[in-house]
Structures are given as C-alpha cells and as structure tokens.
C-alpha cells in the first residue's frame, strides 16, 4: 500500500472514531436534558462539588489506565461538565421567565468575526431557537435597538483585564432603562493579519478598535515607520484590509476574523498580556427572574450622600450582610462636575430577602441607586 492509501485509511479511521464522540457527546446531552427537568422541578442545586470532583478523580484514573493523558482528559471533562451546568442554568432561567419561541436577535457591535460576535455566539450556545446576530456601528445604536424592542437582547463589552473598563457602556447603562440580565467572557487572543504573508517592516498601516490598540501598545510601541489608527472595530478592520487589498495595511483582529475575510496571519499573541479577557453584559428591556438555586451577580450604580464616610458606609451594609463585592468602579456623573457614579457588583440575588434587606438599608446612604439587574455569574 502506498503512503498516501494509508495516510486516507488512517484519516477515514479517525473520521469514524470523531463521530462516535460525537455520538456519545450527543448521548450525554440527551440525559443532561432529563437532569435539568429534575433540577428544575425540585429546585436542585446545579452544582454538587463533590460529585464533580468524584466524575474527575475517575475520569483521571480510566484515562491513565486507557493511556490517555490525565491532564488533557480531566481538563476535556471539566470543559463538558461547564457546559451541563450553563445549559442547565439557562433552562431554569428560561422555565422561570417568558421564553421567546421566535429566532433571538441578538445586537452587538461590530461584524462577523468580531469578539463581541463570539460573545453572543457563546452566550446563546445552549438556546433552541434560532439566533440571528445583528451588528450594529456603536454602542448606543445597540441600546436603542433593544429599547425600540427591535432586538431582544444586546450585548455590551463592559470590562477587559488589559485596557480596563469601557467608559461609554457605563455612561449608557446610566441613561437607560435597560437591565443587565446576563454575562459573558470571551478570551481575547488578538493577531497581526495582512492580505498576504508580508514582513512585518513592510507594514505602514495598522487598523484596530482603539480598545484593541491599547491592549497591544507594547507590540505596537517597537514598530517603525507604521501608522497606528483607531477603526470602528476589529473585524470591521480586517474587512477594510480584504476590501482596500494593499499589502501595506494590516488589521489586529481575532483568528475567527481572519479567516471570515481571507487574511493571512501575521504574527499571533501580540497584546501586552497573555490572559487577556473581555467581559460582555447581555441587556434587556426587561428585568430577570433567577432562581435561587443559581449562582447569581448583581449590578447597580450608586451615589454616596454628601456626607463623610458615606461611601464606607454603603460597603459596610454589604459586608453586614455577607455579600461579597467583586467590582467598585467610579465614574464622573454626567452632567454634574466633581460628583461620581460607583458602579458596584456583588454576589447574590435580589430576589433573597438578604438582599432586599442589603438595599433597603443601601438607599438610606445614597444620593442615587440604580439596581441594573441580578444574572447568573459566568465567572
């Protein structure tokens, strides 16, 4: 037999051993399904840590028994057992609230390829209707098209682990009358991409969202004779890249946006830090219904009273009542000069009466709240 035949043998067998996974992955969802109605209808718990540290000690044990490498498959089952628990989390979201039985369109800024494009992809994953992503030019467009309930969701980049906090989205949550009723983090990989496989010193224009640009200045800082400009978007740049096609223009995007427009990467990896992430809020015009079985974060935005220790004292009614504060962000109030806005998040559910009693006693040390809604952490 000639090499090529068994090279074509060799990929048919695996062709056939990918399917079988495939098949069993299917399989395990099926019983997934019946596990969240049980959940659902006796108000289980959705996560037992024990049982998931129980199913990864076998895991472990059989892969080393069937030689497979322990780490690749107890992280390939961790993998598994995150998405059983998001598709269980969001059935009983979707049992407690009026769940949309027409295609879900979804609003977001940029274009195919985009991150926030893989946001809304993953965060609908689970979902049974359709889901028809709308890309929009900005943020604010997002927002009215869901206030105009011309959308049903839309998702909005508040924060990433480089660049810091996205001021524009804070001043439109402000603003609006929207509710934050979901989460989503997407790893931001970002990459150098050309028309063709060019050096990277016959590079004299480099496209990106300004976002995007800050999260690579290190890279960027040892270019020379190159042009750094700020573009609506990272996919939108790639695109302008394929569209101009002048092999003197490159785009920083992510891998997905390079290969929607044909581009040749050019060099991977390059912002300042490795584990970069954006975190995304999903928006509504109405509020979410969470169980109280679900993990659960809530948002809002406050002003301290004019009064000394006032701040410290809105932080201390959430500490009394053992709610743990995970972000505390200050921002100029609009139109008010030398006041501020905090924008706070904090594990827990303002459907417990915990927290009710935690705002309640908040109020009377604000100027301003501002509850922007209770959703299931995905961190």
């Known amino acids: 037999m000639s090499k090529d035949k068994e090279l074509q043998t060799i990929r048919r067998e695996l062709d056939e051993i990918d399917r079988k996974i495939l098949d069993s992955l299917a399989a395990r969802q099926r019983v997934i399904n019946k596990t969240a109605v049980v959940k659902a209808e006796k108000r289980a718990s959705l996560r037992d840590p024990a049982r998931e540290s129980e199913i990864l000690d076998r895991i472990g044990q059989l892969a080393r028994d069937a030689g497979v490498d322990r780490y690749y498959a107890m992280q390939l089952f961790r993998n598994i057992i995150d998405y059983s628990v998001r598709f269980q989390t969001d059935y ?31 965060h609908f994953s689970t979902r049974e209707n359709d ?3 709308v890309g929009f030019d900005t943020f604010r467009e997002v927002v ?32 609006s009358a929207l509710h934050i009723v979901g989460e989503e983090v997407v790893s931001v990989q970002h990459c150098l991409m050309a028309l063709e496989d060019v050096e990277i010193t016959n590079i004299r224009r480099i496209m990106s969202h300004p ?30 890249v394929r569209t101009d096609a002048d092999l003197s223009q490159a785009a920083i995007a992510s891998k997905e946006a390079a290969q929607v427009y044909g581009l040749k990467i050019i060099r991977e990896g390059i912002a300042n830090q ?35 220790g006032a701040l410290a004292a809105c932080l201390n009614v959430l ?50 709240m501002k509850v922007l809604g209770s959703y299931p952490s995905r961190i």
């Not at 407690?96 to 809304?120: E, I, W």
């Open 92 to 122: 009983m979201i979707d049992r407690a609230n009026d769940r949309p039985d027409h295609q879900l369109k979804v609003g977001y800024q940029g274009t195919d390829g985009a991150y926030s494009h893989q946001a809304v992809q993953a």
């Open 131 to 133: 889901l028809v992503p």
């Open 144 to 175: 009215k098209a869901v206030e105009d309930k011309k959308l049903d969701f839309g998702l909005l980049p508040i924060e990433n682990t480089t660049a810091g906090s996205i001021n524009d989205v804070y001043d439109l949550l402000y603003r």
């Open 211 to 240: 976002q995007a640009i800050a999260q690579c200045s290190e890279f960027l800082n040892k270019l020379h004779d190159c042009k750094v400009e700020s573009y609506l978007d990272t996919a939108m740049s790639a695109r302008k």
């Open 274 to 308: 490795k584990d970069n992430f954006t975190r995304f809020v999903i928006v509504s015009d109405k509020p979410m219904v969470c169980d109280s079985e679900i993990p659960c974060k809530t948002s809002m935005l406050i002003t301290a009273s004019h009064r000394k």
């Open 319 to 368: 500490h009394h009542h053992n709610l743990n504060l995970t972000k505390l962000e200050s921002r100029p109030q609009p139109g008010t000069p030398w006041e501020y806005l905090f924008y706070l998040d904090f594990e827990g559910n303002t459907a417990n009466p915990n927290v009710q009693k935690a705002l309640a006693e908040l109020k009377e040390h604000t100027g301003f």
